[in-house]
């Protein structure tokens, strides 16, 4: 019965039953959810979710926060990718040091920033000892909108830019070596290697890593609420509060609806310029 | 054959585990009050342990704290025994609790709390538990820059601003604060306080001209209030550190100041406005839920939690008030001295207008507090103008309104179906 044939997808199932599971059928509720009131098919989510004064404001600030944090966190994974490969030493401690972050939940990130940011915190303690301040300064108040904005960026570019690093580095030990000697042999320069070269060779993994963080970008939720509460509305926190808050799931299973198709259309572009033919495949 | 022996020792351990586990089940005490870790801690050791069953008081957020009791009612079987919730949180989850025969009388309840519990129906949904309310609290360093004249005790919201921006001039930064934090309860202090001084109404009067006075009176208070409030959730901590002189909050979120500081601050009433002075008691209350795996056990626990003794342990717990006539002893903390003052000066007092927490909207309670909680952020935070804003969510409250079909309730007048917005 079990013929080698067979064994991929008999390999295969539990995943798919675990993905069926827990991701499409919860998914499924969701988009009923978000497209019925009261029994009955509708648009009304939508357009209460769309309706919404803050709505414009939420869709910005995360296409806005996706388009800074996610371009700075490739430049610098890149440059840390490229540092670790080439270390002939104590590369996997350096490996490690730059991936701790990653194992702080978002929220704890959070509050780390909060702690330096905060009208109490080390930043203007600092500042205040080093008589450069002469009463705390409020860094994240309600008008510093662009202040809460960079704390974000910083909080997020710190905390996750060592996943995409982990992909990028796996992806640069897969290039052959003899491509880069050869480029060497005929005289170009370290930069031009690595844009002629590397950079190309490492177009799958690029993209993979590109896809995850940007999906991850546009679900930026627990780093907002704790550094900028309600001042920097972003998708996935009006969600959570039309959920929790103000108890109306179906405008809140519209927004995640919203999310998804802001995901599915980054996704679909990130593939479309990082596509690999076929024959170009290492 | 030993490891038969084995196997049946583990499923023997295994049945004798269950059955006791079983018989000696806790009491889950399901609650949205006393979530502060301390506070949570004190209800276990000072208040229920009292009690002559083991009780697990878990205390969770509002949207957790339905989404359980939702799915359990659902259900049709739970493990809840007992609800504890602000009158506010029973509203949303009404249709999954039983009809309690408590004897309010004899434990004396005041009335106009039994009442309340009613939820609008004949049947007693909740029974009331402990109650709260609002007040101000002023660092003592602060009273040198009362406005001529003021009365603490009469202040009013003219006397608050002048005494704000006197405090800013002299400090060089705003010292008065709101707990307009994401937590903070903000809402309360348009909803039961601003509003009703200046309107005499919380939903009928919502876009009258009143109402646009009230606003462009915070739009004015809010320039000497230090721009950090909207991050503050419990004013009694930037109250400790001195980052704010003199700010608004619940009596329970206060309570640490004058604790661990009694001799560095005072209570007083709320400010008043033209009509009087808003004034919001909080009810907080006790119910069973349809799905209690003991519900007379959940009964006992209700008149235990109405006895003097734990009233006044729940008061230490976790400074909210109780709701039956109690004789409070002599060696209560600072905190309790203090709101106990401006409770009975506010509650005697005759220009008093009593607002009660929002009724009859079910689980549109939320939704309801935005309509207040968004007028605050469009136009004191984003700078919409006043008007247009107020329009517009007048809007939004009216459709509410129509669609949840509340009457209305204090201070506005009663209403024939649901509560208009003139």
Known sequence: MLTPARIPYLLLLPATLFLCAFFLYPFVLVAIEAFTRDGTFTAQNFQTALGHWKFPAAMTNTLLLAAVVVPIQTALALLMAVLVTKMTSGRDMALYVFTIPLGIS???????????????????????HLGIIDQPGTWLGYQSKGVIFAAVVLAEVWRATAIMLVILVAGMGLIPKEYDEAAEVFGASPWKRFIRVTLPLLRPSLQTA????????????????????????????????????????????????????????????????????????? | ???????????????????????????????????????????????????????????????????????????????????????????????????????????????????????????????????????????????????????????????????????????????????????????????????????????????????????????????????????????????????????????????????????????????????????????????????????????????????????????RATNFFPVVDVDLPDDMPPSVKAAGEVISYTSKSEDSITALLPMGLGDAGGKFNQVYVDMFERTILGGQPIRDALDDQANALDALMKETGAPCWAPDAPSDGPCPVE
Not at chain 2, 100 to 108: F, G, K, V
Not at chain 2, 171 to 181: C, N
């Open chain 1, 106 to 128: 978002d929220l704890a990130a959070g509050i780390i920033w909060l702690a330096i940011f905060e009208q109490s915190g080390f930043l203007n303690s600092m500042l205040y």
């Open chain 1, 210 to 282: 590109l896809i995850l963080r940007v999906i991850l970008a546009f679900e930026v939720f627990a780093v907002v609420a704790a550094l900028g509460g309600t001042s920097l509305p972003v998708l996935m926190g009006e969600t959570y509060h039309w959920q929790f808050a103000l108890q109306d799931r179906g405008v809140a299973a519209a927004f995640a609806i919203v999310i998804l198709a802001i995901s599915i259309a980054a996704t679909l572009v990130i593939m479309r310029a990082l596509r690999v033919p076929k024959e170009a495949r290492i």
């Open chain 2, 1 to 315: 054959m030993t490891k038969f022996r084995l196997t049946t020792g583990i499923v023997a351990a295994g049945l004798a585990l269950c059955a006791t586990s079983a018989q000696a089940q806790d009491l889950l005490f399901w609650s949205t009050q006393a979530k502060p870790v301390e506070e949570t801690q004190r209800m276990r050791d000072d208040v229920l342990s009292g009690f002559d069953q083991p009780v697990d008081y878990q205390a969770a957020d509002e949207g957790p704290w339905i989404t359980r009791i939702q799915a359990e009612t659902q259900a049709g079987s739970g493990s809840i025994a007992l609800l504890g919730g602000l009158h506010g949180d029973f509203t949303s989850v009404e249709g999954g609790l039983v009809d309690l025969d408590t004897d309010l009388d004899s434990a004396n309840v005041v009335p106009a709390y039994a009442e309340l519990g009613k939820l609008g129906g004949d049947g007693q949904k909740y029974v009331p538990w402990m109650q709260a309310t609002y007040m101000m609290a002023a660092n003592k360093q602060a009273l040198e820059f009362l406005p001529e004249g003021a009365d603490l005790n009469e202040l009013t919201y003219d006397q608050l601003i002048q005494w704000a921006g006197a405090m800013a001039e002299a400090t060089g930064g705003p010292k008065f604060g709101l707990p307009a934090g994401p937590k903070g309860l903000k809402h309360r202090f348009f909803q039961g306080y601003l509003l009703p001084s200046y309107t005499g109404g919380v939903v009928r009067t919502f876009k009258s001209a009143e109402a646009e006075e009230a606003w462009n009176k915070l739009a004015e208070l809010w320039q000497f209030t230090t721009p950090a409030s909207t991050n503050y959730a419990f004013m009694q901590e930037p109250l400790l550190t001195g980052e704010v002189w003199v700010a608004f909050d619940h009596t329970a979120r206060l309570a640490e100041a004058f604790n661990q500081k009694p001799d560095d601050f005072v209570a007083f009433p709320t400010p008043k406005g033209p009509k009087g002075r808003g004034y919001m008691p909080v009810i907080a209350g006790m119910a069973i839920p349809a799905t209690a795996p003991d519900p007379e056990a959940s009964a006992a626990l209700i008149d235990y939690m109405l006895s003097p003794e734990a009233q006044i342990a729940t008061l």
